[in-house]
């Protein structure tokens, strides 16, 4: 990587669904998987509900790190939900399970959020995928919290991973972020100055007690409390495993690139996040198969049209990165539909039957371990 991109790296964190796979429902039943995967040394934690796991890298220097690490973590999880008689899934919402029927993890921090969040947290039954890139210095970080924001509707068509909920197909590409709409402090951040600007406004809302701590700002790209990163979380967690690649390292990308054109004092202008939030509500809607806005042209263009465009904005950067292979799954996906189009399409096909639509998630979850 050169050495103008040393400081970003990468941090992949991917939520599992685990499937009963005689129901295929979510697994009502306690499984081991956390207890079991201590001894592997890797991060696997526990989320609010019970049937969601999440993995997570450790620092990641480049694309070929990333790879190896988020292939063995698919592969521990899923060998040790396999212990259990249990499957993993890959997609943003499950097609049929009912929230109200998960149990929620006793931890002390989802009580929490439990008793603060009410119904909003007990139905937030989603899976996400969120991607940290390091960042030189906190100032740097809002900078590109503020330069990225606008191309965060693009990324996010292309991971929509979730068009059914609770037994409906949604008409969404991408129900899963209108479940977690219903949190505060989530969608499109705002404008920040600097550091200390943003600083003074984490520290406003612990002063006033709307939170404890940064975490608790839910932004679909945030400045991270604690790690000098910035952390998309706008995704879906997409079914295969060279999906989750590809879309961090288009994350990566855009981020070197307008860091590249800042080294040139060259900046991206900061739309409003009304403007941006609309394209937003498209990609939510329709994924890569509508149109969003192009505000500098004022127009809708074709999210196709775009999501190759954005490939030509940042080839420049691409093999200094070392993620020309990761990339080239985009235009994969271009050809072939996101999750939520493949998931669509395989119920659709087979009459509309739930369990064939879980086993093809189960069954392209699986790929490339």
């Given at each position: ?315 420049d950067v691409v093999d200094e990165l070392g993620s020309r292979e990761e990339l080239d799954n985009i235009k ?38």
């Amino acid at each position: 990587m050169s050495s103008l991109y040393k400081d970003f790296t990468l941090g992949i964190e991917e939520e599992f669904q685990i499937i009963d796979p005689e129901t295929r429902d979510l697994s009502h039943r306690r499984h081991h998987i956390i207890e079991n995967g201590a001894k592997y040394e890797v991060d696997i934690k526990a989320e609010m509900h019970q049937s969601v796991v999440e993995v997570a890298t450790s620092i990641c220097k480049d694309m070929k790190d990333a790879r190896n690490q988020v292939v063995q973590l698919r592969k521990i999880i899923a060998e040790l939900a396999d212990r259990d008689k249990l499957k993993i899934a890959a997609a943003g919402t499950h097609p049929f399970a009912s929230w109200e029927e998960q149990l929620i993890t006793n931890h002390p921090r989802y009580q929490e959020i439990v008793n603060e969040m009410q119904e909003a947290a007990r139905s937030n039954l989603i899976f996400g995928l969120h991607v940290h890139i390091g960042m030189p210095s906190r100032d740097v970080a809002v900078y590109m919290m503020n330069s990225l924001r606008y191309f965060l509707p693009h990324i996010f068509a292309l991971s929509t991973n979730s068009p059914f909920w609770e037994g409906r197909d949604t008409g969404f590409k991408s129900f899963r972020t209108k479940v977690f709409d219903k949190f505060p402090r989530t969608g499109i951040p705002d404008v920040f100055n600097d550091a200390s600007h943003f600083d003074n406004f984490v520290a406003l809302l612990v002063k006033t007690n709307c939170i404890d701590n940064g975490k608790k700002i839910w932004w679909d790209l945030r400045v991270h409390p604690y790690f000098n990163t910035i952390e998309f979380r706008m995704c879906d967690i997409p079914l295969r495993v060279d999906e989750t690649l590809a879309l961090a390292a288009l994350m990566q990308a855009i981020t070197a690139k307008l860091f590249k054109l800042s080294k040139s004092n060259i900046g991206w202008r900061n739309y409003d996040r009304a403007l941006i939030q609309e394209n937003k509500w498209r990609a939510a809607r329709y994924g890569i198969g509508g149109k969003l806005i192009d505000f500098g042209k004022q127009e809708e263009v074709d999210t196709k049209d775009l999501v190759l465009e954005f490939l030509d904005f940042v080839d420049d950067v691409v093999d200094e990165l070392g993620s020309r292979e990761e990339l080239d799954n985009i235009k994969w996906m271009l050809n072939n539909g996101t999750g939520a189009d493949r998931q669509l399409k395989t119920y659709y096909d087979n009459n509309r039957d739930f369990n064939k639509l879980v086993d093809f998630m189960i069954e392209e979850s699986y790929v490339g371990l």
